[in-house]
């Protein structure tokens, strides 16, 4: 693995599924984000986890939940999809939380139908 | 007051000019500003990091101006593999807080 990993890499979903976006580094940092990015909203976080063993909400939580059991992993599940939550996901990792910068995988465009 | 406020663009410019874009901030207690880079259909990359009073690589320069809550970013001598969204990205500082991104400027690099 190089760096951080996302799967799928695309999905097409229909509404009321499950969902599972995994991401998975091995840069060995301590904080782990997603991020939804919608055009003209730009890119918003959805969860965020400073460290293994805890999460936090970020601005746009709702109808997501993420764990974080260890440092590599994190993640990001959808209940029960609904269309809004069509959109390109991003997992990120940073070194230490909120102060250092940020480093992107490749992402995972999700269509909910 | 948006927290990261950016010029949308797009920005269109021959290849050699210099082009600048700017971007404001709400939080007068941020301490970190990255500008990153993003094309079309890809993740986010870092392209600088601005930490001081402002640094230069290469052909980029950024510039921080705390009084104003300002922060800038310089290309020179544009190439046309400069074609991208320009992010702006401040952390905001309070406690285990996260990064804050702007919307992005566009810039078109033209023969």
């Known amino acids: 693995i190089a760096g951080i990993t996302q799967a799928p890499t695309s999905q097409i979903l229909a509404a009321g599924r499950r969902m599972t976006l995994r991401c998975t580094q091995d840069?060995?940092?301590?904080?782990m984000y997603w991020y939804r990015q919608d055009l003209g909203l730009g890119l918003r976080l959805i969860h965020y986890?400073?460290?293994?063993?805890?999460?936090g909400k970020g601005e746009v939580p709702d109808g997501y939940s993420v764990s974080r059991a260890n440092t590599d992993d994190f993640p990001l599940t959808l209940a029960s999809a609904v269309p809004s939550q069509t959109s390109v996901y991003f997992c990120a990792t940073g070194r230490v939380a909120g102060y250092n910068e940020q480093f992107f995988g490749p992402g995972t465009r999700l269509t909910v139908l | 007051r948006k927290e990261v406020e950016q010029d949308p663009g797009p920005f269109n410019v021959p290849e050699g000019a210099t082009v600048a874009f700017n971007c404001t901030y709400s939080?007068?207690?941020?301490?970190?500003f990255f500008w990153y880079r993003q094309d079309c259909r890809k993740e986010p990359k870092l392209l600088m990091s601005v930490y001081s009073s402002g640094n230069e690589d290469g052909r980029f320069t950024a510039q921080l101006n705390r009084a104003s809550q300002y922060i800038s970013l310089l290309i020179r001598d544009s190439k046309l593999s400069d074609s991208a969204t320009y992010l702006c990205?401040?952390?905001?500082?309070?406690?285990?807080?996260?990064?804050?991104f702007g919307k992005g400027t566009m810039l078109l690099v033209s023969p």
């Open positions: 840069m060995r940092h301590n904080a």
């Open positions: 939080n007068s207690a941020s301490q970190s």
């Open positions: 986890s400073n460290t293994a063993g805890t999460t």
């Open positions: 990205v401040v952390n905001q500082n309070s406690g285990y807080s996260t990064l804050t």
